[in-house]
């Protein structure tokens, strides 16, 4: 998965029809309607009991995960850095009861993607949020060195991308192990995918962070051109805010793309029993050319 293919603003539209079928797709699933509560096929009696249950015993077994791991696996906490395992099991306990309902249970259908998918979201609202509360207040965070509090928000801003992150890495794993009936597939695409996945976040914060090359050109015109002296905290901060807006924009787009894709792709995937969504998501997100656009208005007029 060439990240090079991607044209962001065409991937961004994408993902703007996805984030917008989500509320919708929320009400569909958690309506107030109990003799319509399709939760129950997928999750048993009382689905939302459930689901909180399900969401608050994954946050428990990853948390205890977390600090027992260092014990049992040397240099571990490298691990944990990279690995959220709550988010991990959370997202591998609701793929197994979805691909019961999709593959084995035999009552699914092709209007189901919504809701189902829908159910997942409340989980990865506390997971995101659990994750970004942790960042501010374990003194993980590294706040600029002599710069004013105001400048902190940039620190705070890229702990926020990174907590959107662990969503779209859930999003990525979920999609993977569902859409495929034969499991040792849909684990070889999920580990594919995430590995990817923190390539290209690691390339990211290599290049913006690391080699400070926005920071440094920003100081660099605005002292060559104008004589202006930056503040040495200043570059650091545009840095931050850079990476923190590119980050944001980069997982949202996977979110609601990767939704877009699904939901558009569910038909095939309970036909066939798999649909490579990375394929699919590459030939969506590669915008067309001016010359195939351009034959494809032509090919439309003459027909």
Not at 35 to 59: C, K, M, N
Not at 220 to 243: K, M
Request: hydrophobic share 55%; with cysteine.
């Amino acid at each position: 998965m060439d990240p090079s293919v991607y044209d962001l603003k065409h991937l961004l539209g994408i993902a703007r029809d996805g984030f917008s079928d989500m509320v919708p797709a929320l009400r569909q699933a958690f309506n107030e309607r109990r003799d319509d509560d399709r939760l129950d096929a997928v999750f048993g009696s009382s689905p939302r009991h459930r689901i909180v249950g399900l969401t608050i015993g994954g946050l428990i077994i990853g948390e205890i995960v977390t600090v027992l791991f260092p014990a049992i696996v040397v240099d571990a906490y490298i691990i944990n850095e990279y690995v959220n395992w709550s988010a991990m099991i959370i997202g591998m306990a609701f793929a197994v009861l979805f691909r019961r309902y999709l593959f084995v249970s035999g009552k699914a259908t092709r209007d189901d993607f919504p809701w189902l998918a829908a159910s997942l979201i409340p989980a990865a609202i506390v997971i995101a949020l659990i994750a970004f509360g942790r960042q501010l207040f374990d003194g993980s965070l590294s706040f600029i060195e002599d710069a004013p509090r105001i400048a902190n928000i940039a620190t705070i801003l890229v702990a926020l991308a990174h907590s959107v992150g662990v969503v779209a890495a859930l999003t990525i794993a979920v999609a993977a192990l569902c859409f495929s009936r034969d499991w040792l597939k849909a684990l070889m695409d999920l580990a594919v995918q995430l590995l990817v996945f923190k390539i290209m976040v690691w390339v990211t914060v290599l290049v913006v962070i690391e080699i400070s090359i926005v920071g440094r050109i920003l100081a660099g015109v605005l002292e060559g051109a104008f004589g202006i002296r930056l503040p040495a905290w200043l570059p650091e901060t545009a840095d931050q805010v850079t990476l923190a807006a590119l980050l944001l924009t980069a997982y949202c787009a996977i979110i609601g793309a990767v939704w877009t894709v699904c939901r558009q792709q569910f038909g095939t995937l309970l036909d066939t029993g798999e649909v490579r969504i990375v394929t699919v998501l590459r030939k969506m997100a590669s915008k067309p050319s001016k010359k195939k656009t351009k034959r494809q208005a032509e090919k439309s007029r003459a027909e």
